[in-house]
């Protein structure tokens, strides 16, 4: 889920660069709640982990 919520992202920031708003904003706006949700399945899994958090945060620091 991290992938494919960090894959999303890097899209509509492609779409956004190339200055369209319209499809950049809404690849954005489908793939954030994505990327939000793999924390929160990997605890209702009992599987979180220190490793998982790091992993999760890295794409948001690479795309800063």
Do not use: F, H, K
């Not at 960090?6 to 489908?30: F, H, K, Q």
């Not at 954030?32 to 924390?39: E, I, N, R, Y």
Request: aromatic share 8%; with cysteine.
């Amino acid at each position: 889920v991290t992938a494919l919520g960090l894959l999303g992202n890097a899209v509509g920031a492609y779409y956004l660069a190339r200055g369209e708003m319209l499809t950049g904003g809404i690849w954005i706006a489908l793939m954030t709640p994505v990327d939000a949700l793999d924390g929160t399945m990997a605890r209702l899994r009992g599987e979180a982990s220190d490793w998982g958090a790091y992993v999760d945060q890295c794409p948001i620091v690479i795309l800063s």
